[in-house]
């Protein structure tokens, strides 16, 4: 079985630009969750899809929003990008929601913000 | 603020040695914590624990955690090179789906 994908897997980007990214969850998981990784903040959630519907969303600002497609795939948007954007974009799927199910995660999408 | 915090920051140890990660969580009524490794890409699923007192084991790895204390570690025995990564370990937050992560232990294992 296919694991979790996510494209681009690598990005640089100017200030005030905006990104897309993808992620691919694996076949039958239908719940998929983002976050952000920083050497200075480790790993911040910053939401979760759940049958199309957004569930839960972490303590970022509105720049970041996201949406999931019936076939549970997922894009995260990032607006107006700044330097502090930079990070590695990690995207994690699991079969349902639910403390009972594990999160597996795609290899992450790196974005350099210059 | 549901915070969790992990200790060692990092760690060195030899090829052989048996290392204990701890991850003490200051988040009241969870439901699970993970356990993960990751190396150069993406965390790695290793332990998901929802019981306490009920230790889960695989190969070398093991765990356990301790819902009175708030406290779960996670011990490797006889070391090898191929386990140098930093090991991760996040809690639910209660009424979420969202998980609060720790910074991490950086563990590296010398031939």
């Known amino acids: 079985k296919a694991g979790v994908t996510q494209t681009p897997r690598y990005l640089i980007k100017t200030r005030g630009q905006q990104v897309t990214l993808s992620c691919s969850p694996i076949?039958?998981?239908?719940?998929v969750s983002w976050y952000q990784q920083t050497p200075g903040q480790g790993l911040q959630f910053l939401f979760e899809?759940?049958?199309?519907?957004?569930?839960n969303k972490g303590n970022f600002p509105g720049r970041f929003s996201g949406r999931q497609f019936s076939n549970s795939r997922s894009e995260m948007n990032v607006s107006t990008l700044e330097l502090g954007d930079s990070a590695l974009y990690l995207c994690a799927s699991s079969l349902g929601q639910g403390f009972t199910y594990e999160q597996y995660f795609g290899p992450g999408t790196r974005l350099t913000v210059t | 603020e549901d915070k969790v915090v992990q200790s060692p920051l990092s760690l060195v140890v030899h090829e052989g040695d048996t290392v204990t990660l701890n991850c003490s969580y200051e988040v009241t009524n969870f439901r699970s914590l993970l356990w993960y490794k990751q190396e150069k890409k993406a965390p790695t699923f290793l332990f998901m624990l929802t019981s306490s007192g009920i230790e889960k084991k695989s190969g070398r790895l093991s765990s356990i955690l301790d819902k009175k204390e708030l406290f779960s570690i996670l011990n490797i025995t006889a070391t090898q090179t191929g386990d140098s990564a930093v090991y991760l370990c996040a809690v639910e937050v209660p009424g979420t789906y969202k998980y609060i992560f720790g910074t991490g232990t950086r563990l590296k294992v010398l031939a």
């Open positions: 076949s039958g998981h239908r719940s």
């Open positions: 899809y759940f049958s199309e519907t957004q569930r």
